[in-house]
């Protein structure tokens, strides 16, 4: 019967050892991800934010032109994306208006406070919904120098007109109807003409953003009821970590029923099911960080795509697995630690009240005549001469005579 329960035994604890490695995992990686300081450190990197600009212009430009009338046609008069494809040959003259009319280090600051703002509402402040975005500097370079300098690297880096283009160049500058072509005119008065076209295009978009104020609602288009949605549902996730617990622990108190008999098999079947659970984890921390360096090659492989965006998100990922493989793996780390230090707590435990228990039954005397007695029979034996003794000197002492 005993060898049948601890069968049973063997195969709970091949259960519950993985599902103690898997809610340790959950709680480590879940928990970084759900972490500000992990994403601080990740932020911190101004290398994720360069070249962005680029992305970010285009999405700009487009939320200021939904404001802006353009009469009937309610096309706008230039298109960015005409911009972006003229200077396709020249990704240098690209990055360069990019960076004068959307500077990577506002990108930067303007990611880093979006985060601030979805912890804060993580962490129940609901109010931070109705926090406004600062583009005043966006607005300061869309109608200064950095866009009079932009403008001029645009047209001077376009391809050369075709006929076509440049009729209907003429055309838009005298009418300002339809859409501009982004060319390089060979008339100078024509390519000054374009240029200034692009300047008061900058300004217009300039102009609209000091109308237009972003909100968190409106970029996440989150309510203050749908954050405290947000709140609650990461509450209880959160809670539910721990109960991914139970189970494992629900199979080990199986365990204790069937197989445990004294301090000793304790020690054996516990102690011993939570150094396996430590060492397995241990493992798991040495292969993430194999893990993490096949990740990082693969972003800085991908991180030589063409277009921002895919360069930005490559960065990002890879950003983002550095700092969360770090903060999961140093709360595996530590509770591989806790696992395999009580571990051998519980199994040294086990054994040294078992060693106390059978202490003195286990303890023998050799006599001068080669005998084995026990330390208890010698303590009887002892307590029969001492009573003799005492007998013998009561009846010297004429006691015998008592009744």
Wanted: proline share 2%.
């Amino acid at each position: 019967m005993r060898l049948i329960g601890n069968i049973i035994s063997g195969i709970i604890v091949l259960l519950a050892v993985p599902l103690l490695v898997m809610a340790a995992c959950n709680l480590a990686i879940v928990g970084s991800l759900l972490t500000r300081e992990t994403y601080q450190d990740m932020l911190a990197d101004e290398a994720i934010f360069e070249n962005l600009s680029g992305a970010a212009l285009p999405a700009i430009t487009a939320a200021s032109a939904e404001e802006m009338d353009f009469g009937a046609g309610g096309n706008a008069p230039i298109q960015i994306t005409d911009i972006a494809t003229a200077l396709e040959d020249d990704p240098q003259a690209w990055a360069t208006v990019t960076e004068m009319l959307v500077p990577a280090t506002w990108l930067q600051s303007t990611v880093n406070q979006a985060a601030d703002v979805l912890f804060s509402i993580f962490e129940g402040d609901v109010s931070v919904v109705e926090s406004e975005f600062d583009l005043s500097e966006v607005r300061e370079r869309l109608q200064g120098e950095s866009a009079v300098e932009a403008a001029t690297i645009i047209i001077e880096s376009a391809p050369a007109c075709t006929p076509e283009q440049t009729r209907t160049l003429i055309e838009f500058l005298d009418t300002f109807a339809g859409t501009m072509p982004i060319c390089q005119a060979e008339n100078d008065a024509l390519r000054a003409q374009s240029i200034s076209a692009l300047e008061l295009w900058f300004s217009s978009l300039a102009q609209i953003l000091v109308d237009d104020t972003l909100t968190v609602s409106e970029l996440f288009g989150l309510n203050r009821d749908q954050a405290q949605q947000v709140h609650l549902a990461l509450s209880l996730a959160q809670q539910s970590f721990l109960l991914l617990f139970l189970c494992p622990m629900a199979f080990l108190s199986i365990v204790v029923i069937v197989s445990v008999r004294n301090l000793s098999s304790f020690g054996r079947w516990i102690g011993g099911t939570t150094i396996a659970t430590g060492l397995l984890l241990l493992l798991i921390v040495f292969l993430t960080q194999l893990a993490v360096f096949g990740i990082i090659s693969d972003a800085v492989a991908a991180s030589n795509s063409s277009t921002a965006e895919g360069i930005f998100l490559s960065r990002f990922g890879a950003g983002l697995a550095r700092a969360v493989f770090g903060q999961s793996s140093q709360t595996l780390f530590l509770q591989s630690a806790g696992y395999i230090g009580a571990g051998f707590v519980i199994v040294a435990l086990g054994w040294y009240f078992s060693q106390q228990d059978s202490g003195e039954d286990s303890l023998v005397l050799i006599s001068e005549e080669g005998e084995i007695i026990s330390t208890v029979s010698k303590q009887k034996l002892n307590n029969t001469e001492e009573t003799e003794t005492l007998q013998y000197d009561f009846d010297d002492e004429g006691f015998d005579d008592l009744p």
